[in-house]
């Protein structure tokens, strides 16, 4: 049975329609699921673009190193110098190109 009984029908001009095509396409959501989204007052945000999903599982990768290398720090009492000199290459790395990526978008 469905969970929603009542139907509207909703009249637009083809501009209102190719915005709510892209704005529900930008979201991620079907655009019965966008405007439901809207009429509860939901804040609705674009998905992250393909840049910022690469960036978030580098982050994700690396946030997993430090935290083994932690374990094995608590473990042993103390941190290797090659540990501690991974993690700062890694994350200047990542901040030099995350940066390069963001400030090129911008001009």
């Known amino acids: 049975m469905r ?13 209102e329609n190719n915005l709510l095509k892209e704005k529900a396409n ?7 699921e966008f405007l439901r989204n809207c009429i509860k007052g939901y804040a609705i ?8 999903k690469y960036f978030q599982r580098k982050i994700n990768g ?6 083994q ?8 009492g103390y941190v290797q110098d090659n540990n501690l000199n ?3 290459s890694v994350l200047t790395y990542f901040i030099i190109k ?6 090129s978008r911008e001009r």
């Open 3 to 15: 969970k929603r009984t009542i139907k509207k029908q909703l009249w637009l001009d083809t501009n």
């Open 69 to 76: 290398i932690a374990h094995k720090a608590n473990s042993y």
């Open 45 to 52: 945000k674009e998905q992250p673009n393909e840049d910022i």
């Open 86 to 88: 991974y993690i700062k």
């Open 26 to 32: 930008k979201s991620g959501l079907t655009e019965s």
């Open 98 to 103: 995350f940066e390069k990526k963001i400030y």
């Open 62 to 67: 690396i946030a997993n190193n430090i935290n």
